[in-house]
């Protein structure tokens, strides 16, 4: 059996600029992609008609659609993820394990835990830099510790970015790489997984139209007009680079940029306040009661 490395696709849904996909193309041998419909995840959800399940599986169509180009096609699974991984390293020849880092509580303790399954069967696992440009220890005060407070946050991961030269992972030149393995996406996957398609219209996919942007400050607070960016259930599960996102946005409009980087303070918060995902940051604040 000949040896592959594998690209693990979660929030980082595109074949273009993709750091984990570009690392694993650029490693030397070919490249399988797999995407697994976490289970303890789905489990979740109480709307069986789910605009997020159908969001990321009509993009999982459209990305094996385009793949079709180059003979290869995502191998997409459903369960939980540990178990998943115990069945396809058992099965495949995995040299190195390659996917983009996730920010939050629950997905932190999954990845560490597939990471030590793959090190206990001698597999590589090699984690990139994809959902944000700066994380979590790279904007820290003078102290090193974490800020909590937005506006000195913001000047310094402003200044930071003067910097900084952009990188970029341009995967989608190295798509000739992938394994020809063909994996047939399942015919009705929504019934698969246990739920339904949603009819809600999809949000954009795309960068945002200049003109919106150089309006954005003056009609963003304005529900009745189409003000905004609407994409961020696209940044969530990564149809849009944020790097190509963040240009686009320096180029065209400082409100937008603000945004972007209010976003990274969030995921930060996160990662260095895991508690805050079901409780309030200051604890004082947790005995309110909220209607």
């Not at 659609?65 to 178990?83: D, N, Q, T």
């Not at 920010?103 to 597939?114: A, F, S």
């Not at 930071?160 to 047939?184: G, M």
């Amino acid at each position: 059996m000949s040896k592959v490395n594998l690209f693990w696709m979660r929030r980082d849904l595109r074949l273009e600029d993709n750091h984990a996909l570009f690392n694993a193309l650029s490693a030397g041998l070919p490249v399988r992609i797999l995407f697994i419909f976490d289970s303890d995840i789905l489990n979740r959800l109480e709307a069986k008609e789910d605009t997020r399940v159908t969001f990321i599986i009509k993009r999982l169509e459209e990305l094996n659609h385009l793949l079709k180009k180059y003979a290869s096609s995502i191998h997409i699974f459903h369960g939980k993820v540990e178990a998943v991984f115990e069945q396809l390293l058992s099965q495949w020849a995995v040299h190195t394990l390659f996917f983009n880092k996730d920010y939050e509580p629950y997905t932190r303790t999954r990845d560490q835990k597939v990471v030590a399954l793959c090190h206990a069967r001698g597999i590589q696992a090699i984690s990139s830099k994809d959902h944000v440009l700066f994380e979590e220890h790279e904007i820290l005060k003078k102290d090193h510790t974490p800020y909590t407070v937005y506006t000195p946050y913001s000047r310094q991961w402003k200044a930071a970015y003067q910097l900084l030269s952009l990188p970029s992972y341009p995967s989608e030149l190295l798509l000739h790489r992938l394994d020809t393995s063909s994996s047939p996406l399942a015919q009705n996957l929504h019934a698969q997984i246990g739920f339904r398609a949603s009819q809600r219209v999809a949000p954009p996919t795309e960068l945002p139209d200049p003109e919106l942007l150089l309006q954005y400050e003056k009609r963003r607070d304005f529900p009745a007009e189409e003000g905004t960016s609407r994409l961020g259930t696209t940044l969530r599960f990564g149809l849009i680079s944020i790097r190509q996102l963040l240009l686009h946005a320096a180029k065209y409009s400082e409100t937008f940029l603000g945004e972007l980087i209010w976003r990274e303070f969030f995921i930060q918060i996160l990662f260095h306040f895991p508690h805050v995902e079901n409780e309030a940051f200051k604890p004082a604040y947790s005995a309110i009661p909220w209607r």
